[in-house]
């Protein structure tokens, strides 16, 4: 291995987080710093969205009275959240949204210069904007040409498969990482600080919307050990799978025929979906209410429209066929004066009493539709496959409210990677906390971490022990019995089916000793692969396989401490309330035990590799005097930067 290359801050990601962090770090004075990612192509952030994608933020219009107490009350109110993380993304969210509208990020607004906003899921207030379907890709567009206008200096072609810590005491903290390059060499970085801006963790699950190209990392700082809070809750929702793709908005308010077939894809055509409902009419009303209550959500799960996200899951999952949406033809028995008032009155108001799905969607969004050609995706001529996919970890790492690793000093998880977010948050908000933590690490760092302390001998010695043991594992890889394809589709199958939206308390205790057994399997013969990729693939399963497990650890203590079925998630009980009188015995569910949402879940990988879990009471939301003199003394003498 070459020497260690230094720098003062590194930045691991390139997703709108991770470059807003780095562009506020040159902002704030630090210019030492380097961004290493897979490529400036490959994040989330780049690669997604929805038919109209949300951007959350302060309401700036009309009479639509805010400030951040009201907006982080909003946040409080979704339960399981801290309140100064909530006031913070509030108080933020406004000076993140115009450093971007001043990137030139082209958010509407009305010829007095309002930005004007509309509700999304979970709020009360018209907080939320888009600049339509592609919203965190233009803003990473638009923050990759700052970075380079300010020549902060960014590795591709490099994927981070250890980081660096070092211990003084019972304090541990970060100071660097081992990258493996696309060639295959390996390199280390030395750093005072290190910004953790990996995503979510996409890479975990069989079913998933996240792009491909990204699979997530928190499985590096779980195993050195970084506290986390919150894994059990994700969303989860109808999304596309040939093209990764949110079906959400649009897509369903138009009404589209759902049809199963077999695993051919083509035989045994079934509408399955109208055995459920009282009459055709409710089905498409509900189909259409898919569109504002897309992610499922556990309190619609009985007589609401996440059954229709249930009975998806029981044609794929359990029986084994394929789900299509077809847009070319109406539901069999389709009759506009048969949807419920709110759907007919939404497709009158939009012009769009027309003959079939596809018309109403050329109509109404014929982005949605070219969206989907640009990816070779026809959905004028041919059906569209959809799964139950995961879409968005609420949770993530511990970290204060300056975004600093609660138990490792000078690491930074910012953006999804980050579990700021609890049982329910509005829809756009994980665009706002990820400019958030940008802002919120670099003006720590500028003020508290812009010297240094590291130890350059003790970050020698631990970066050379990782080599060695990353080398040490490859060599074990080249007679492994099986391949990184097999192992990832292991640990993927096994969150699919007991980790994801349907949660079972009798299937998780076999899942979580699986899990382990394949983590000990992977350490003890690695995983075979045959060229460079492969290696890189194979690397990235120790971190995805060791996160898996410590999430189904999650899950399984908040199914047994009784929290019940909330969120994005069911829990299967045999003494629950029935979902549906079609349905079998087994699909009875567990009711939500609310007081949990008072408390926050925290999970630790102890260095004998036992995994902790706890509640602990969320801190609530800061009610300070704001009187400007002191306040501003506070700020001038730097105390605002005490934790």
Not at 4 to 21: E, K, M, P, R
Not at 95 to 116: E, S, T
Request: hydrophobic share 40%; with cysteine; charged share 20%.
């Amino acid at each position: 291995m070459s020497d260690i290359t230094w720098v003062h801050t590194l930045v691991i990601g390139s997703g709108a987080a991770g470059l807003n962090a780095a562009i506020q770090l040159y902002a704030n004075g630090v210019k030492n710093v380097l961004i290493v990612t897979e490529g400036l192509d490959k994040g989330t952030s780049i690669n997604t969205g929805s038919d109209k994608q949300t951007y959350y933020k302060l309401a700036m219009c009309g009479d639509d009275a805010d400030a951040p107490i009201t907006m982080a009350e909003t946040y409080f109110a979704g339960g399981s959240m801290h309140g100064d993380l909530a006031l913070v993304e509030a108080a933020l969210s406004a000076r993140a949204f115009i450093h971007l509208v001043n990137l030139g990020l082209p958010f509407p607004r009305d010829r007095y210069g309002q930005f004007v906003g509309y509700k999304t899921d979970h709020d009360p207030r018209q907080r939320a904007t888009s600049i339509g379907p592609y919203t965190s890709r233009e803003m990473c567009r638009a923050l990759i040409r700052r970075v380079h206008e300010l020549g902060i200096a960014v590795r591709e072609g490099e994927n981070v498969v250890q980081l660096l810590t070092t211990e003084n005491g019972d304090q541990k903290r970060a100071c660097g990482a081992i990258v493996v390059r696309a060639d295959g060499t390996p390199a280390a970085y030395g750093a005072e600080n290190v910004i953790l801006a990996v995503g979510g963790p996409g890479g975990l699950y069989q079913t998933s919307v996240y792009p491909t190209v990204h699979t997530g990392g928190i499985g590096l700082a779980l195993l050195v050990g970084a506290k986390a809070q919150s894994l059990p809750e994700s969303q989860y929702g109808l999304a596309s799978i040939a093209f990764r793709w949110n079906v959400s908005g649009t897509y369903m308010q138009v009404i589209p025929r759902f049809v199963s077939t077999a695993a051919d894809g083509v035989s045994d055509p079934q509408e399955f979906l109208r055995p459920y409902f009282d009459s055709v009419g409710a089905m498409n009303s509900f189909v259409f209410l898919k569109g504002y209550q897309w992610p499922f959500d556990a309190r619609k799960a009985i007589g609401g429209s996440s059954l229709i996200d249930i009975l998806v899951y029981i044609e794929t999952v359990l029986k084994g066929r394929r789900v299509f949406l077809d847009f070319r033809t109406n539901p069999d028995g389709f009759r506009f004066e048969e949807l419920s008032s709110e759907a007919y009155e939404y497709l009158r108001k939009s012009e769009a009493l027309l003959d079939t799905p596809i018309a109403r969607l050329l109509k109404m969004n014929p982005g949605a539709v070219e969206l989907y050609r640009e990816h070779g995706i026809d959905i004028e001529r041919e059906p569209l496959e959809v799964a139950v996919c995961a879409q968005h970890n609420n949770g993530g790492l511990a970290a204060n409210h300056w975004w600093e690793s609660v138990n490792i000093k000078h690491l930074f998880p910012i953006g999804e990677v980050n579990g700021s977010h609890g049982v329910y948050r509005p829809g756009g908000s994980a665009l706002n906390s990820g400019q958030v933590g940008g802002f919120r690490a670099a003006e720590y760092i500028a003020n508290r971490y812009a010297g240094w302390t590291v130890d350059r001998e003790l970050v020698d010695k631990a970066a050379m022990q990782s080599t060695v043991e990353i080398e040490e594992w490859l060599d074990k890889s080249k007679a492994a019995p099986t391949t990184w394809q097999a192992e990832r589709a292991e640990f993927q199958a096994r969150m699919t089916r007991a980790g994801a939206h349907i949660r079972s308390p009798d299937l998780l205790p076999a899942a979580v000793d699986e899990a382990w057994t394949q983590w000990r399997r992977l350490e003890a013969h690695g995983c075979a692969y045959q060229d460079t990729p492969g290696l890189i693939e194979a690397l990235r399963n120790r971190h995805l396989c060791f996160a898996h497990a410590v999430y189904l650890e999650a899950i399984r203590f908040a199914l047994e401490s009784g929290v019940g079925s909330r969120g994005s998630a069911i829990v299967l009980a045999r003494d629950g309330f029935p979902v549906h009188p079609h349905l079998d015995a087994r699909w009875r569910i567990a009711p939500e035990d609310e007081s949990f949402r008072d408390r926050v879940l925290e999970t630790e990988v102890e260095p004998d590799g036992r995994v902790l879990n706890r509640w602990v009471p969320r801190r609530p939301i800061p009610r300070e005097e704001a009187w400007f003199e002191t306040a501003w003394a506070r700020f001038r003498d730097g105390l605002v930067y005490e934790c």
